[in-house]
């Protein structure tokens, strides 16, 4: 027979019950905030000032935007869930200790779907400090609140990844708005928004009459 932990089980459940926070982030993503990073980017190339602020104003006033409407959403579906579940998987075997660990996992993994939101914002930025700092800090929590976890009742086995998301969910959104206050310094003068390539510098003569006399010399001989 096949058989699954009960501490397994209770995950998957709590996975599901939230999985379609991706769906909805990347949906959003590409059709409202992909277009403002796209105007900051194309303001940062070529245009004034005054565009690149305002580009910059308009884009994380949408990453605000769409974190809170991701939290809108996905807390309606998964209570919507999560109340079917409690409902209808106990009359398919899915009880005891798998329904006492299911309530807090699928809470933890409520927070940790938008800390996955929050490191893709900085991903956008090339920002690979801020998403290891904040991974770091998920998987640091996680552990420690695993620990003091297992000393409690079983519904508290959950706690870890509570904890964890939260303190990784938090360090991501102040990282995010120091990338705002600081977004000017990290794209200007460390040039990191676009690839850097290291080479010999091209020559600064882009024109010569003297090389086009050349070239009608060379096709009249030919």
């Given at each position: ?71 809108r ?42 800390l ?56 991501a ?16 003068c ?33």
């Amino acid at each position: 027979f096949v058989y699954a932990p009960s501490y397994d089980m209770a995950t998957c459940i709590a996975m599901f019950t939230n999985i379609s926070a991706t769906i909805i982030f990347i949906s959003r993503v590409e059709m409202h905030f992909h277009e403002r990073y796209r105007a900051y980017s194309e303001a940062v190339i070529g245009g004034r000032w005054e565009d690149i602020r305002n580009a910059k104003d308009r884009m994380f006033r949408q990453i605000s935007s769409e974190l809170l409407n991701l939290v809108r959403i996905q807390f309606i579906i998964s209570v919507v869930i999560y109340i079917l579940c409690v409902i209808v998987l106990p009359r398919f075997g899915f009880a005891g200790l798998v329904m006492q660990i299911y309530p807090c996992v699928a809470a933890g993994y409520f927070i940790l779907f938008l800390l996955y939101s929050e490191i893709i914002f900085l991903y956008y930025f090339n920002d690979m400090a801020g998403a290891m700092l904040s991974s770091l800090v998920f998987c640091a929590v996680v552990f420690a609140g695993s620990i003091l976890s297992s000393h409690l009742s079983t519904i508290w086995y959950g706690l870890g990844v509570v904890l964890g998301s939260f303190a990784g969910f938090t360090v991501a959104y102040f990282r995010i708005r120091w990338l705002e206050r600081h977004l000017d310094e990290h794209i200007f003068c460390r040039g990191i928004l676009f690839p850097v390539k290291r080479g010999k510098m091209p020559d600064s003569c882009v024109y010569k009459r003297d090389d086009k006399k050349k070239r009608r010399r060379k096709e009249k001989t030919k």
